[in-house]
């Protein structure tokens, strides 16, 4: 099976400061595709912001020979995914991938959740 590669593709994956997230846009930029390291750098228990996760991760595939720019806005906001996004298309000039990968379970189960 060949590779399946993304050259030229720009990928925005938001929560990729850690886990999942972070192992998605390492990936994704291994295989070619301009990356936007999106993460507010909060705590587990959805508090406070911090650069630093994104701007890590946005540092560690540029020094594998990849390019990408990191991203702090909130998912939670409208304003904030539209920030995430015009980050995008200001560096890269587009959107070809989305991977929305940010987001805190607190409860732990979902059968406990509800729509609210």
Known sequence: MSNLGFDGKVAVITGAGNGLGREHALLLASRGAQVVVNDLGGS??????????AQRVANEIEAAGG???ASTASVATRAGGEE???????????VDILINNAG?????????????
Do not use: C, S, Y
């Open 84 to 94: 995430i996004v015009r980050t995008a298309v200001d560096e890269f000039g587009r």
């Open 67 to 69: 390019v990408a720019v």
């Open 104 to 116: 805190i379970l607190r409860d732990k189960t979902f059968q406990n959740l509800t729509d609210e």
């Open 44 to 53: 587990v228990a959805g508090d406070g912001a911090d650069a630093g996760p």
